[in-house]
């Protein structure tokens, strides 16, 4: 995206869901990381600090990419990404083109100490509901993509596998 500022336009890359909030304002508060290289100088955009500092803390891991990195957070929203990281599932991150088995491992391996232990019984049943819930979507006809979208969608306080599925339908129907 293009942000204006005063006259003078930023090129910015932005995941997914930023650009879903352009669309219903003219202006809009972006959290930013500046990736300098010897060739360039890229802004990266986040609506919300803990992504902006999640992100940052993907981009320290060796082969991990900024653009990579963005790729990672538009997976699933970053709570999901935290829980998954923390009891070693490594489905979401081998989602993310480029990213294999090997490298994703890695990214568990250097993530987990830094996220600690989250707290909460049921991580693991929840990353399993939210798989069924994307499987559901997609044996539907809908693309993995559209499905996420719904998934990110979905009010927090929905725990069944089936409400949250009928939720994501309603959303996806609009």
Not at 78 to 90: E, F, H, M, R, V
């Amino acid at each position: 995206m293009i942000l204006d500022i005063n006259g003078i336009g930023y090129k910015v890359f932005v995941g997914p869901d930023v650009l879903q909030g352009v669309k219903d304002t003219k202006e809009l508060s972006l959290w930013t990381h500046m990736a300098v290289r010897e060739n360039s100088q890229d802004l990266y955009g986040f609506l919300e600090f803990a992504e902006l500092e999640f992100f940052e803390m993907i981009i320290q891991i060796s082969g991990i990419g900024p653009k990579s990195g963005l790729s990672v957070l538009a997976v699933a929203p970053i709570d999901t990404l935290k829980q998954a990281i923390s009891i070693g599932d490594t489905s979401y991150l081998t989602k993310v083109s480029g990213i294999g088995k090997k490298i994703a491992e890695k990214i568990v391996l250097e993530l987990r100490d830094k996220l600690g232990a989250l707290e909460g019984v049921g991580g693991n049943s929840f990353l399993k509901e939210e798989s069924d819930v994307l499987e559901a979507l997609q044996s539907l006809g809908y693309s993995l993509h559209e499905a996420r979208e719904a998934l990110k969608q979905i009010p927090s306080d929905i725990t069944d596998t089936n409400a949250r599925i009928k939720e994501a339908l309603k959303g996806l129907g609009k």
